[in-house]
């Protein structure tokens, strides 16, 4: 049984969730400050890609990295190197569908901070860099990782946009979804259920690791309310 599917399945759903990570957490807490209508419009325009349909995305990034596109083209020849059709390719693609999860789930961990500790450590002349990294992130700390992992699966299971911007190509862009479709259209139904229980498994493992963030955080508040008291 040939892993490169898993191998590249995974390397790509890492590197694209590092980079989530960040951007999710950067736009989460800038766009937090910002008036309320400016708000709606970007929380809008970043949320987008949640719920256009996956070949929608791959086009639109075909369209912006291909060859026949400007980008794609000055790459090219810049460099030699071609941003679609490549196993790194689907990282685009992977980026764009899941950094709504990252970004909204970290909204919300901002969002339900407590903004008396951030006024407290003002009134104690701490900057704002000090704040956000000695205050937002630890007390945010459970939701923002629910969200990488939720970000992680997303990935992992990624087939529309992959297949469109990376292609089928065995032992370079196969993905676990990308082989699934392969082994199914060409009848190799024994193979495809393996690779349907690895993936069934490891989201399985996700939407544990899910549950158990989400209880630690109860328990937390659980005992935070009961100190006030």
Not at 48 to 68: C, D, E, H, R, W
Not at 168 to 195: C, F, H, M
Not at 200 to 222: A, D, G
Request: charged share 15%; glycine share 6%.
């Amino acid at each position: 049984m040939d892993l490169f599917p898993l191998y590249n399945s995974l390397r790509i759903a890492i590197i694209s969730s590092i980079i989530t990570f960040f951007l999710g957490i950067f736009f989460a807490y800038e766009i937090k400050k910002l008036p309320r209508t400016l708000k709606g419009v970007l929380d809008v325009f970043l949320t987008l890609p949640l719920v256009l349909p996956p070949t929608v995305i791959g086009f639109f990034i075909l369209k912006t990295l291909g060859p026949n596109s400007s980008l794609g083209a000055l790459v090219d020849k810049a460099f030699g190197i071609s941003l679609v059709m490549k196993w790194y390719s689907a990282i685009f693609a992977t980026v764009l569908v899941t950094f709504p999860l990252m970004y909204r789930t970290a909204r919300g961990a901002f969002e339900a901070f407590d903004e008396n500790l951030k006024y407290a450590a003002q009134t104690l002349g701490k900057s704002n860099t000090w704040i956000f990294w000695k205050l937002y992130l630890p007390n945010s700390k459970s939701g923002i990782l629910a969200g990488l992992v939720l970000a992680f699966a997303r990935a992992l299971g990624e087939y529309g946009a992959t297949s469109m911007v990376a292609g089928y190509t065995p032992k370079k862009t196969a993905t676990i979804s990308t082989t699934v479709y392969q082994l199914w259209r060409t009848g190799n139904d024994v193979e495809a259920y393996l690779w349907v229980l690895i993936n069934v498994f490891i989201s399985l493992l996700v939407l544990l690791t899910i549950n158990i963030l989400e209880n630690k955080n109860q328990t937390k508040l659980k005992k935070e309310s009961l100190e006030d008291l």
